[in-house]
């Protein structure tokens, strides 16, 4: 009798897989985004493998034109543009996906909590999450990290408090929806403690919009990190990110055009493929609206 539950599992396990998976793929876009999203992921993996150069290594003149030797020439201190830009998807995705990770690690449990007891709880809860939405993402991100320093984990730790609250009100949100639904209702009567029922329960059936909002999150983010390497605030210097080199180039467009747009390409590319991938999933798991709260506090 097990071993015919857990080959029933299996079965079921595979058909869901294999639904999801014809629904994303019903969005060419977004099958486009998987991919080029996918080669970014390689690109920053497998940098030193890919990059002609190192990402400090200096040759003999500065602000060079694309050659042979270097493919879109050398930033103002005689750097490979090509290989900054290969290395610096490294920092910008691990502060990306990093402070998502962040965001949805503290606001998802806050917003289940919240929705699930209700009552006074939810009520603080959400006075502290209002008090951090009340503040615009950037100036939030900008003010926390003028504070504790620019460093690659004080971003991720700026930026991810920032996202807190679009976490913590999706999973209130759809908590709320959920919490006196038969199935949970059934977990309380067969004995299920608060805690077992919130994160093994309720938890377990927001995973699909929680993913959503990662991937949307996280694409925001790689923007924020953008702008605040801009005004001098992101990864600091050696260490190479599409934000930083763009914060290089303002007074070298004219003289060298590659060195700014070349990052900001690559920018410009890994927003357009994550957004891609989010609306694929969006389909996939049937959530048609998760996002727009994120876009409309930025």
């Not at 939405?133 to 984990?153: E, K, Y």
């Amino acid at each position: 009798m097990t071993t015919l539950s857990m080959a029933a599992e299996r079965v079921r396990a595979r058909s869901g897989a294999r639904t999801f998976l014809s629904r994303y793929a019903r969005s060419r876009s977004a099958v486009v985004g998987a991919i080029g999203l996918l080669v970014i992921v390689v690109c920053a993996v497998a940098a030193p493998l890919l990059a002609p150069y190192g990402p400090t290594a200096q040759s003999a003149g500065s602000l060079l034109g694309p050659s042979g030797s270097h493919w879109l020439g050398t930033d103002d201190l005689g750097r490979d543009i090509l290989s900054r830009a290969i290395y610096g998807a490294r920092a910008s995705l691990t502060v990306g996906c990093g402070s998502a990770a962040l965001g949805a690690l503290i606001g998802v449990p806050l917003g289940v909590v919240a929705g699930y007891l209700g009552r006074w709880t939810d009520s603080v809860s959400m006075r502290f999450v209002d008090l951090l939405l009340a503040v615009p993402t950037v100036l939030l991100a900008l003010v926390i990290t003028a504070v504790i320093g620019a460093s690659r984990i004080n971003l991720i730790v700026a930026i991810g408090v920032a996202a807190i609250p679009q976490f913590a009100r999706l999973a209130r949100a759809a908590t709320l929806s959920i919490r006196d639904r038969d199935f949970v209702v059934a977990s309380r009567g067969m004995g299920a403690t608060t805690p077992d029922t919130m994160f093994r329960t309720v938890l377990l059936n927001l995973l699909g919009p929680i993913m959503v909002q990662l991937v949307i999150t996280a694409s925001l983010a790689v923007v924020v990190e953008a702008g605040l390497s801009v005004l001098g605030l992101g990864v600091p210097p050696p260490t190479p990110s599409w934000g930083g080199m763009l914060q290089e180039a303002r007074g070298y467009l004219y003289q060298s055009p590659t060195f700014g747009v070349f990052p900001g390409l690559c920018l410009a590319i890994t927003v357009f493929c994550m957004d891609r991938v989010g609306h694929g999933l969006r389909i996939a798991v049937g959530v048609e609206s998760a996002g727009a709260t994120t876009r409309a506090a930025i």
